[in-house]
Nanobody, 119 residues
Framework: EVQLQASGGGLVQAGGSLRLSCAAS????????MSWIRQVPGREREGVSC????????HYADSVKGRFTISSDNAKNTVYLQMNSLEPEDTAVYYC????????????WGQGTLVTVSS
């Protein structure tokens, strides 16, 4: 059974930082890309960042480029999202997602963790 357990969300002031973690299990971690996707109620999900399993390359939405950093620890089957210089527009539920290995398609996502950025 695929499990994607996101954690690390919370309330932070604009300009602050958070680090999200996602513990993955139930699949061969090295065979898939991992990503973070966020959603505000009533809006479409937005892909935030992805780390590829084919070449280790990283991808970022323009809105977070230069502020967020995705990384993974294969030994722990865990992916992280370091979020710096947070803005109120970053407020959303952040979901950890299992992806096609070049970040082209979402296969599964977890329950998410709420990030709230106050102005």
């Amino acid at each position: 059974e695929v499990q994607l357990q996101a954690s690390g969300g919370g309330l932070v002031q604009a300009g602050g930082s958070l680090r999200l973690s996602c513990a993955a299990s139930g699949f061969t971690f090295d065979d898939y890309a991992m990503s973070w996707i966020r959603q505000v109620p009533g809006r479409e999900r937005e892909g935030v960042s992805c780390i590829s399993s084919s070449d280790g390359s990283t991808h970022y939405a323009d809105s977070v480029k230069g502020r967020f950093t995705i990384s993974s620890d294969n030994a722990k089957n865990t992916v992280y999202l370091q979020m710096n210089s947070l803005e109120p527009e970053d407020t959303a539920v952040y979901y950890c997602a299992k992806m096609e290995n070049n970040c082209y398609e979402i296969y599964d996502w977890g329950q998410g963790t709420l990030v709230t950025v106050s102005s």
